[in-house]
């Protein structure tokens, strides 16, 4: 079993920066992928970003070149710098944990302002 726990969620002015965190509560982090997603109100989630456990990293296209993923597996940690936000990156972000079977945070709420 894994218990997530996402922060550093909040209100920003677009074109501001948020640093989002995810810590694992389990044994095995190193082994898994890792990723991130956004759930806009109404919308159903999407992918943002991933990591893998080679440490290859994925990004959707609306946000390449404005958001970093990484992870700290000595830390069970796992990442991700918003920064240039736009309105349009509110939602929901959930952590994620994936390999034969998945784990989610419960995610943190962002909210960008135009």
């Known amino acids: 079993q894994a218990q997530l726990l996402e922060s550093g969620g909040g209100l920003v002015a677009a074109g501001g920066s948020l640093r989002l965190s995810c810590v694992a509560s389990?044994?095995?982090?190193?082994?898994?992928?890792t990723r991130w997603y956004r759930q806009a109100p109404g919308k159903q989630r999407v992918l943002v970003a991933s990591i893998d456990l080679n440490g290859t990293v994925a990004y959707a296209d609306s946000v390449k070149d404005r958001f970093v993923i990484s992870r700290d597996n000595a830390k069970n940690s796992l990442y991700l710098q918003m920064n240039n936000l736009r309105p349009d990156d509110t939602g929901v972000y959930f952590c994620?944990?994936?390999?034969?079977?998945?784990?989610w945070g419960q995610g943190t709420q962002v909210t960008v302002s135009s």
């Open positions: 994620n944990l994936y390999r034969a079977r998945e784990f």
């Open positions: 389990m044994f095995g982090f190193d082994l898994y992928g």
